[in-house]
């Protein structure tokens, strides 16, 4: 040792401060040298303590002094007290380093750094607020320490609870782990806590904390088995929830509430062995037919295959004592074959379980192996089983039906009922019944309960459909007859039925044997009741006889009223006495429903024989006068059904002129409807029914257009018995002059219109018009040209054009009126030729002849508006699109660039019009729609690329167009080919372009695209119709106001015609205008819409006026509105149900796009409020 280590204390100081002393240091190793003065800088540091007594320092043998401490981040401190300088790279080793030195002012920056501050001080605040977390660390290393003795390695599962919610979780998780590992591991919780952390930085924290004690923790090759942990399987919830149970009544709880949740595919086979376990331990008989019933609502989860549990469920069946639970489980089977039907041998396995049972005592039991011999019986014979003597496979087919038609004679009612239905099954799946079951379900016709007979009606029905030949004796007789005719007559015997039920079924059952004899048929309609082929006397016969004896005492006895006189057998059909007037008795029957289903089965017999149909005619016009507006309404429809095969008597006319005195304008209109396709026999019912027609206009005014169309058929369909009544109709006088009639008048227009439409078939008649009358058809024919048609008359000048059609050919007018449409759309596709005036004007002329060809025909009426309607779309865009809008600034052309905007809104509308407000439209006309709306978007968001500042607005816009560009190419595929050169066709081609393109220049192709896309040739299928509502009330032309108390609610009854409207419940809503400007939007109740025929619907509803208080009198305007949505994506079929729900609870699309379509002209009403009393 040198003398400088010998040196004394005052010797050192008095030379550190006669120059900068140099220090040599070895720490742990590594060498450095600084200054004295840098190592006691901080003097509270530790460093500084040292070296401020170098007595106590330590040298090693090249006499550097020597510290004992890793030197391998000291430098990092050295160069913090040289310079100051905060390390950035291995923060926490050079903090820990700092903290030894107890150097403060590196201890605060390091911490101040975020490199250190989240893990120093945030992690301590974390920590601070997870509970018991150093007692649950300590727990942690002394349980591993445990169980790490006999083997090298210790499992501990750690339990994250981040809320209270998960809390309430815990015990089922850990049941459920218990459940899926073979050796219970100990399991240590952390939580809940309140804090932000999530639990992933809580397992974070406890592993960095049990490895600085020396623990290695391996990473897993599969963490997400433990991560399972935080969503059990639903197997093992199940068994939880049914091991926790102490008794039946939780246990049916926990089934319950498990029943109410969705089960994935991939789970449902472990939760059925779940339930067979648990099923097997059960004692209680009300948990065991849960679990059944849980077994078959199990077997049709969507993507599970049930034939891994079908012996499970074929062994319970065995082995099952409980009766109600033995049919429970048959149905489970049943549910189990359905769902595999290409499974031949699960079919005769369950088949021959239900064969077993067949004998059991409880009627439930024997119900379902019925049902399961109905459903799943075939005519193959069991694989394997042909050389056992099972016999061919018809054998095996009369096998399974002799099984079932034994039970027919079951003591059990309902047994008969299941056996007779599971007999219809088999012939529902297209198996052959035999004809040796007939005399059974015949006998079934007189069984003492209406379930077996009504179902013995459907078999004898069907067997009469599929032997209508064959000959069956009739009883206590030897005459042969048809089984038609004998299955029709047992039938018609149920329409005397004691069941309504029954009766009705039997009606309509007639209704649909037309194979039936005539003779058999007419019987039906006679009045004469057979009582043992001799005629009975009727009550008023009897009550007539006693009557003309003068005596005070009828002096009845037993049987006075047996038959008496004796009829020859040879005049007599051979059918039971209950075919004898059932449709009479069908059609005075007490209750509605079964005289409503007599109506409709005479109009079914009666469209395919027109002998039955005259018969008939009387007894449904008599039905006319029923008490119930539904008979009534139902009679109508009948009678027009078969309206070609009859001519009506005047008798007959006048009793079915007698209902349009009917309040219900339903039954006027249906009635206005029969008159269009009836035929009279005579003038006098040509002017019976024009007087009642025009007291019903005079009556009821709102039917003026319903009187005016029926006058027009009926007009062209009898032209010669209006001949002779024509100079009394139109008032002429071969002599003198008459006074003219009013032209405003709806009863002379009603007349014109009959005489016309009778002119048109008939050249004499225009030689008895009066001049006047010549005059009012130019008139009628200009105004009302769909109820005038185009007449020759003598010495008139014709209109050349559409008129100039033969007028004895209607086809031929409609021809050329389709001729005219063609051309008229063949003439747009020259466009492209024009210069741009030449092209609007153009458009403007065809717009203006489409409009008014759907005027003059109205069978082309929805598809000329169609065309008429894309073309005024065409016409906007053209405008919108002159260079005089481009080429200038565009603070230069504000107004004309809000008429581009404006345009471009307008066709976006036209577009909604276009695709919802017709029908009959096919794909091509869809895709048309939808491309007439990009147009629209594109050119909006190039007028919003002009006036928009920034670039995230045009972003978004671009980015969505694009989305639609994508959705159309996605949607209408097999279309693209017929729009070449369209705005479309032009987009797709540049896609790869487009996509990668900036907004600014998308917005320059798109308008590039707009002005050079060709006009697509328009393809009109073969009927379009136009959807038209017309408000009759209120009609809005009432002098008298609606009169209110100011401040509270006002009933407006409103009522309107519906035509070709799709979906009118969930399209048609109502629109009321207020004075202030405001909107109510009305949607009616689904019961509020009638449908009186194919295509119309009648909306009757009530809509209440609640607004503001105000005093002065206005109009308020009603318009009926046509809903739409229309969704550019579909709805994502990622969401997935519970097993007892169906797909109609899924959410609607977010994407749809909603709006309304005025289509009605608005009415206003007049309303006056009165002042509220104080």
Not at 10 to 21: D, G, Q
Not at 791 to 813: F, M, N, T
Not at 869 to 887: H, P
Not at 1139 to 1145: E, H, K, L, M
Request: proline share 5%.
């Amino acid at each position: 040792m040198n003398i400088m280590d010998l040196k004394s204390v005052e010797e050192y100081s008095e030379s550190s401060s006669s120059h900068t002393l140099v220090v040599n240091l070895n720490v742990g190793g590594h060498r450095f040298c600084t200054a004295l003065s840098t190592l006691t800088k901080y003097p509270e540091s530790k460093l500084a303590g040292w070296f401020g007594t170098p007595s106590k320092l330590v040298r090693d043998s090249q006499g550097h002094i020597f510290l004992d401490r890793d030197g391998s981040h000291f430098g990092a401190v050295l160069e913090f007290l040289r310079s100051e300088r905060v390390p950035t790279e291995n923060v926490q080793q050079v903090h820990r380093e700092a903290v030894h030195y107890n150097i403060s002012a590196l201890i605060r920056r390091l911490e101040e750094s975020p490199l250190l501050y989240g893990e120093l001080v945030g992690r301590k605040q974390f920590l601070a607020r997870v509970p018991h977390y150093k007692e649950n660390i300590e727990v942690l290393t002394r349980i591993a320490r445990a169980e790490a003795v006999a083997s090298r390695h210790s499992s501990i599962i750690i339990c994250v609870l981040r809320t209270q919610e998960d809390l309430g979780c815990y015990d089922n998780a850990i049941a459920s782990l218990e459940a899926m590992t073979r050796h219970k591991e100990a399991v240590v919780t952390f939580g809940p806590w309140n804090a932000g952390p999530l639990p992933k930085d809580l397992l974070d924290c406890v592993k960095k904390d049990i490895e600085s004690q020396g623990y290695t923790i391996p990473q897993e090759e599969a963490p997400a088995k433990k991560l399972r942990l935080c969503k059990p399987s639903k197997s093992a919830a199940l068994h939880v929830d049914l091991c926790k149970a102490t008794n039946s009544t939780d246990a049916l709880q926990y089934l319950l509430q498990f029943a109410r949740k969705p089960v994935e595919a991939e789970s449902v086979e472990g939760v059925v062995r779940i339930l067979l376990e648990h099923y097997y331990k059960e004692t209680d008989n009300s948990v065991r037919l849960k679990i059944a019933s849980l077994l078959g609502l199990l077997s049709k989860t969507v993507g599970f295959s049930p034939d891994c549990i079908v012996e499970d469920v074929i062994s319970t069946v065995s082995n099952e004592k409980s009766h109600q639970v033995l049919a429970q489980l048959l149905d489970t089977l049943l549910i189990i074959g359905v769902q595999l039907p290409e499974s031949p041998v699960v079919a005769h396995r369950i088949v021959d379980v239900a064969c077993k049972h067949l004998s059991d005592t409880y009627f439930g039991v024997r119900n379902k192996c019925l049902q399961l011999l109905g459903c799943l019986g075939t005519m193959d014979s069991p694989p394997g089983k042909d050389a056992e003597g099972l016999g061919p496979s018809t054998g095996a087919a009369r096998d399974v039906q002799g099984i079932i038609s034994d039970h027919f004679g079951d003591q059990d009612p309902r047994v008969r009922t299941a056996a007779l239905k599971a007999m219809l099954q088999l012939h529902e799946r297209g198996m052959i019944i035999q004809q040796i079951i007939y005399d059974q379900a015949c006998r079934l016709l007189a069984d003492d309960y209406e379930q077996v007979r009504s179902a013995a009606v459907q078999i004898v029905w069907v067997l009469s459909v599929l032997y209508p030949e064959s000959i069956v004796p009739i009883p206590s007789s030897n005459e042969e007859i048809r089984l038609v005719d004998d299955a029709f007559g047992k039938i018609s015997h149920m329409v005397s039925d004691g069941s309504w039920m029954v009766r009705v079924q039997a009606a309509k059952t007639l209704g649909s044997m037309l194979q039936v004899s005539p003779h058999f048929l007419e019987q039906t309609l006679d009045k004469k009741l057979m009582s043992d082929l001799r005629r009975k006397r009727t009550a008023h016969e009897r009550a007539k006889e006693l009557f003309a004896s003068g005596e005070f005492s009828s002096g009845r006895k037993w049987a006075d009223d047996a038959p008496k006189e004796k009829l020859d057998t040879n005049t007599v059909n051979l059918i039971a006495s209950g075919a004898c007037g059932a449709f009479v008795h069908g059609l005075e029957d007490e209750m509605f429903e079964v005289r409503i289903a007599a109506v409709e089965a005479l109009c079914q017999l009666a469209r395919s024989s027109p002998s039955f149909a005259e018969k008939c005619l009387d007894f449904l016009v008599d039905m006319f006068n029923d008490e119930i507006e539904e008979v009534r309404l139902q009679s109508i429809h009948v009678l027009r059904e078969i309206s070609t095969h009859i001519t009506l008597r005047e008798d007959q006319l006048d009793t079915v002129l007698a209902v349009l005195e009917d309040s219900s304008r339903d039954i006027r209109e249906a009635l206005h409807e029969l008159l269009c396709y009836t035929n009279v026999s005579t003038k006098e019912c040509i002017q019976l029914a024009l007087l009642e027609l025009l007291k019903n206009l005079n009556k009821y005014p709102s039917d003026r257009n319903s009187v005016w169309k029926c006058l027009k058929f009926l007009g062209s369909r009898h032209p010669m018995l209006v001949l002779p009544l024509v100079p009394e109709l139109l008032s002429t006088h071969p002599y003198f002059d008459t006074p003219e009639p009013d032209m405003d008048d709806p009863a002379y227009i009603a007349v014109l219109v009959l005489v016309f439409n009778a002119a048109k078939s008939c050249p004499t008649m225009p030689a008895l018009f009066s001049d006047h009358t010549f005059r009012h058809y130019a008139y009628l024919r200009d105004s009302l040209s769909h109820l005038v048609p185009p007449l020759r008359l003598p010495g008139r000048k014709q209109v050349h054009g559409l008129d100039s059609v033969d007028s004895g050919s209607e086809s031929g007018s409609v021809e050329s009126a389709k001729l005219f449409l063609q051309q008229s759309l063949d003439r747009i596709s020259t466009i492209q030729n024009l210069e741009a005036p030449g092209a609007q004007d153009l458009l403007i002329f065809t717009i203006r002849d489409l409009q008014r060809l759907g005027q003059l025909q109205t069978e082309l009426a929805g598809a000329a508006d169609f065309c008429a309607t894309y073309l005024r779309c065409q016409l906007l865009l053209i405008k919108a699109l002159q260079d005089k809008l481009w080429n200038m600034a565009v603070p230069l052309c504000l107004k004309q660039n809000v008429t581009a905007m404006a345009a471009a809104q307008q066709v976006l509308e036209e577009s909604y019009k276009l695709e919802f407000m017709y029908s009959g439209l096919e794909s091509r006309q869809v895709a048309i729609a939808h491309h007439v709306r990009l147009q629209a978007k594109a050119l909006r968001l190039i007028l919003s690329a002009r006036t928009t500042h920034g670039q995230d607005p045009l972003i978004s816009s671009s980015e969505k167009f694009l989305q639609e560009l994508e959705s159309f190419h996605r949607l209408f595929p097999a279309e693209l080919p017929h729009f070449q050169d369209s705005f479309v066709d032009k987009l797709l081609e540049l896609t790869p372009r487009l996509l990668s393109c900036k907004p600014a220049e998308l917005v320059k192709i798109l308008q590039t695209a707009l002005r050079q896309s060709a006009l697509l040739q328009l393809s009109l299928p073969q009927q379009i119709y136009r959807a038209t509502a017309n408000i009759i009330e209120p009609t809005g032309e009432s002098d008298n106001p609606l009169r209110f108390t100011s401040g509270l609610v006002v009933a407006l009854d409103v009522d309107a015609t519906l035509e070709h409207v799709r979906d009118p419940q969930n399209s048609v809503k109502v629109e009321v205008l207020y004075p202030d400007g405001q909107s109510h939007v009305i949607h009616p109740k689904p019961g509020d819409f009638r449908k009186p025929g194919p295509s119309r619907h009648r909306l009757i509803t009530q809509v209440y006026l609640s607004h503001s208080a105000w005093t002065e009198p206005s109009q308020v305007e009603v318009r009926l509105l046509l809903a739409y949505s229309s969704s550019s994506s579909a709805s994502s079929p990622d969401s997935k149900l519970a097993w007892n729900d169906s797909i109609d609870s899924l959410p609607p699309p977010e994407a749809a796009v909603e709006g309304t379509i005025a289509f009605s002209k608005p009415v206003k009403i007049f309303i006056m409020p009165k002042p509220a009393r104080r």
